[in-house]
């Protein structure tokens, strides 16, 4: 395939159909360009198009742009922000891996496919936006979630907060949903989680109280390499719930706490549910 190419001494400009620059040319000067222009007529990004580019901390994709493929800007470690435009409909695997500065990644809502470990490795990450528009995906307060909010998608890694309250809405955890999340001390979730997936919580080091709010969750996800909670949290359920165990649940250490029957979703009530666990006598935590 012939790419023409125009190379100026801080930018690549790309009147192509497919950017895809694996070596040749990208290698001799990836280490030049701080910006990127990604002209009208590209596309699709290619796999590694951009791979380790340490110095690229902008870039301007075309509306035109259709995909943003496999590892695309792997290693982009200046990137702070990328801001990918109406007109994408898929981001896929580790598409941004290890830009370790990358702070917020917006979404367009032409965004149908999004894998979540396009984002793998991006410590730095605070926000994940999306165009109210989208029918597909929803942000709320920088957290991924599906457009029905019944699946939370992703759970920034580096959202400070030391604790977190999952909507009533929400019934699935994503695969790898709050992974690499150092700050959190304690996740609630809401009334109707039935599914807790792989990874959920690989490497939140600090988390240390997972409080359920009703019946024990349908399936929970374990493997021989990650379970979904760190071995260090304790899990919390209500007295009145079903299907839990104690001192143990599914092999995590496991207790319950008295309810009050309080079912409406407010802070001053969440307020109250933590204070009544906090009280409990347990050696984690």
């Not at 125009?6 to 950017?19: K, Y």
């Not at 280490?31 to 690229?56: K, Q």
């Not at 605070?126 to 909010?149: H, K, M, P, Q």
Request: charged residues 15%.
């Amino acid at each position: 395939m012939f790419f023409l190419l125009r190379i100026a001494l801080f930018g690549i400009s790309c009147p192509v159909n497919e950017l895809h620059l694996v070596g040749g040319v990208h290698d001799a000067h990836r280490a030049l360009h701080s910006t990127v222009i990604i002209n009208p007529g590209v596309t699709s990004i290619g796999n590694l198009a951009f791979w380790y580019h340490t110095n690229l901390s902008n870039v301007t994709i075309s509306s035109t742009v259709k995909t943003i493929d496999g590892c695309a800007f792997l290693g982009c470690t200046s990137l702070l922000e990328i801001d990918i435009p109406e007109g994408v409909t898929s981001i896929l695997g580790s598409a941004f891996w290890r830009c370790s500065n990358l702070e917020t990644i917006s979404l367009p809502s032409s965004l149908t496919t999004f894998w979540v470990n396009a984002i793998t490795d991006c410590p730095s990450l605070s926000y994940i936006l999306v165009d109210e528009a989208s029918t597909t995906f929803s942000s709320v307060d920088g957290v991924l979630y599906n457009r029905a909010g019944t699946t939370l998608l992703r759970y920034p890694p580096a959202r400070d907060a030391a604790a977190y309250t999952v909507p009533n809405s929400v019934t699935i955890i994503g695969e790898h949903a709050f992974s690499g999340n150092v700050f959190l001390e304690s996740v609630t979730f809401g009334k109707n989680i039935n599914r807790i997936r792989g990874f959920a919580f690989s490497n939140c080091s600090n988390l240390k109280k997972v409080y359920f709010r009703d019946d024990a969750p349908t399936v929970v996800e374990m493997s021989e390499y990650d379970n979904s909670f760190p071995e260090t949290a304790a899990l919390y359920y209500p007295t009145s719930a079903t299907d839990w165990s104690t001192p143990t649940w599914e092999g995590y250490i496991a207790y319950p706490y008295e309810d009050e029957g309080n079912s409406s979703e407010t802070q001053s009530e969440t307020d109250l549910l933590l204070e009544r666990i906090k009280k409990l006598d347990h050696p984690i935590g």
